[in-house]
């Protein structure tokens, strides 16, 4: 279906927005169904590229599909397009470790552009143990007129060549091909948690459960460690490397969080071996709510520098905590996505729920950010007005260009109309990833098979 | 002070044990937690349940490492919160009386070592073994008197699984071990695969007998200091340099040594049977594969050979 779609214009400007006066519409709603689908077609990673115009998708069958936005219409320069389909390709295939008798999955875990630098566009893709650099290169024109061949490839006869002239390129429809450029192997003896290209453009981490890697684009036989966490005798082990990042401006710097709630940020240039942090932030444990679940639900899951640099994000079970990179001590601001959940962490405990790996994101100018939770919601924290939205995504409710509704979760006694009891939340349909266009006000938001791409709409 | 024969129900999985009372009060003492017989049968049955979870770890194909780690820091937590108020020594005690010797799966023997029960009666607990409670473990009553003559009866305590063993509650290598050394163990053994390669099988060894005889482990060092330990220190840069290309993550020694999920610990003769048996079928395999071989022989010579 096509929609027309207005935008808001502060957000071009890069103003504050108001998340009260937001309105989602929705641009891209599935036409799958969200009940029965394939293991392979469950989406495990989004990523905008560096201009919004593309969007990749990662799933578990390891394909990625690539979106791409209409350019904005002539005729009404206010409107910005929709996204299609762009390009479809298997990135990665499953593989068989002999030695371990183990099956490698060919789940892509990350996806990550590079900054574009010519006609076409390079992204990471990852599983838990081979890295790609994919170029996706547009088609639009083919040579024609070759002498010596005719036009479907088979050679002329010389004789019946009397003139000569110059091939020339002709329009043709439009080919999208994507192909492998690089392949980064067996550096990585756990799952790879997270790949970051560094603002330097000519390098990215790499980091597993108990490492991080450091890799230059162009050469895939070497790569350099420079986080070792693994202790020599494993039965000591207690904590791992859950998600890392480069930061945004400093091509020396990157954090790193763990399942114990801590984030090291390191600097490369202190040392080739970065296990001693520069920083390490930590809050300290709240004792009213200690129990033993604390440490689980203290797992950071994500970590996200703020487009400025100045602020990292972390996403752990139930909150999302916002940081300065100058204040090591406790967070700057703590937003709470489903609090409602703490006194059910039993019953998330024993059906794996507490383990799920939400990630989060910054809007285009760090004022809000978006985290997902159960039940198909997603939530938005808006930094500057102190606001926040519980939003939906569902097939329901994303009708073409409808207007999300904002929903509520009823934590106390009496429900009111339209609120949804937290007995009643579906916790197998959960948000894990969103993202969010770097420059717009176009999120887009995964549920468990199914992407949905909003906008804000003009009021 | 709480009547014997007394059947307790399972607690309502929604609510969590929570050591520190309610909020803004202090945490009540461990004496008082223990009396609390809500607290101490919904702490057993988190304490079921994580045990589950691990063990259905052995039969995943990769277990997620995380999750494992988090699980086992949870029984770990648990186990120090009984240890402290006295709930554990009186729970092995319990199971150590309704042993049954015989029955006993051999992974878990494979796991765990025996320990002399009169022993470990008159010892501080001994650090918990996760790998020992298997599936199907409930106990049913547990009945404290007071007085500090306590006296417990379990029934009823496997109905699925007759192998249960007790023997379980050993020092001895904490049971997650060979849950994450499945993943891999490369140990020493990254980068000086040619150089270390008998080390790498020595050191494979010495675990074994480690695993088997050495009783000198107490719950401290074990379960001791949960600090990130930082890595061996990292190996001689020219030996580094040396062997920088050598690919090691697929053919580690160590990870041969303990990947495999179910057999019992090996020694050298039972290495090179599993190596070989991975020989041929990694010839069949992707083009990847191919350039490793030679390392594999090369590996296979150097524990065969000398």
Known sequence: ?459 | MFPKGTKRKFSDSGEEPVPSGEQGQPAPSAAARTLSSSYSLQRQSLLDMSLIKLQLCHMLVEPNLCRSVLIANTVRQIQEEMTQDGTWQIMTQALAAAQCPADRLVATEVLCRQTDMAAQAGQSPKPFSVVGLEEGYHSEEVVMDGDGDTEVTMSTLSTVSPQLSSASYLPGPFGMGPCWEEEEEEGECEEDEEEDSEECVSEGEEADRDHLTGDSRTGEQVFGTFEIKHPAPPPDPALEELFSDVDASYYDLDTVLTGMQSAPKMGPYDLLESLSSHGPTALSSSTSCRSDLNELDHIMEIIVGS
């Open chain 1, 1 to 459: 279906d096509c929609c027309i779609v207005r935008f808001d214009e502060t957000a071009r400007l890069g103003g504050v927005i108001m998340l009260n006066n937001c309105r989602w519409q929705v641009i891209f709603s599935p036409a799958k169904s969200e009940y029965t689908f394939l293991t392979a077609d469950i989406i495990s990673t989004v990523e905008f590229n560096h201009s919004g115009e593309l969007l990749a998708t990662g799933d578990k069958g390891g394909r990625v599909v690539i979106f791409q936005q209409e350019p904005e219409s002539k005729n009404q320069p206010q409107c910005r397009g929709e996204y299609n389909v762009y390009s479809t390709f298997q990135s990665h295939e499953p593989e068989f470790d002999y030695l371990k008798s183990l099956e490698i999955e060919e789940k892509i875990n990350k996806i990550r552009w590079l900054p574009q630098k010519n006609a076409a566009q390079f992204l990471l893709s990852t599983n838990d143990k081979t890295i790609k650099l994919w170029k996706i290169s547009e088609r639009d024109k083919r040579p024609e007129g070759y002498n010596l061949k005719e036009e479907d490839g088979r050679y002329r006869d010389p004789n019946t060549v009397t003139t000569l002239r110059v091939p020339v390129f002709r329009p043709m429809d439009l080919m999208v091909e994507a192909s492998p450029r690089r392949v980064f192997a067996n550096a990585h003896t756990y799952h790879i948690n997270s790949i970051s290209v560094n603002s330097d453009c000519e390098t990215y981490l790499s980091a597993d459960d108990l490492r991080i890697n450091l890799w230059h684009l162009e050469i895939t036989d070497r790569s350099f460690n420079i986080v070792d966490i693994k202790p020599a005798n494993m039965e000591e082990l207690t904590e791992v490397i859950t998600a890392a990042e480069f930061h945004p401006n400093q091509c020396n710097t990157f954090v790193y969080s763990s399942s114990k709630g801590t984030i090291r940020l390191c600097d490369m240039r202190a040392s080739a071996l970065c296990d001693q942090h520069s920083k390490m932030f930590e809050e300290p444990e709240d004792p009213n709510n200690r129990s033993f679940f604390s440490e689980i639900i203290s797992s950071i899951s994500d970590v996200k520098f703020s487009h400025s640099g100045r602020y990292m994000m972390t996403r752990d079970y139930l909150s999302v905590k916002i940081w300065d990179l100058n204040m090591e001590t406790r967070p700057v601001e703590t937003y709470q996505v489903h609090e409602y959940l703490r006194s059910k962490l039993c019953s998330l405990y024993e059906n794996d729920c507490i383990f799920d790996k939400f990630e989060c994101c910054w809007n285009g100018n760090d004022s809000v950010v978006m985290t997902g939770s159960y039940n198909n919601f997603f939530r938005m924290f808006d930094r500057g007005y102190r606001q926040d939205v519980t939003l939906e995504a569902s097939r329901e409710n994303s009708k073409p260009r409808s207007v999300l509704k904002p929903r509520k979760v009823c934590t106390g006694g009496k429900r009111k109309k339209d609120e949804i009891s937290v007995d009643s939340l579906d916790f197998n349909k959960k948000i894990l990833h969103t993202a969010w266009h770097p420059l717009d006000n176009i999120i887009a938001v995964a549920t468990t098979n199914n992407l949905y791409i909003f906008q804000d709409k003009l009021n």
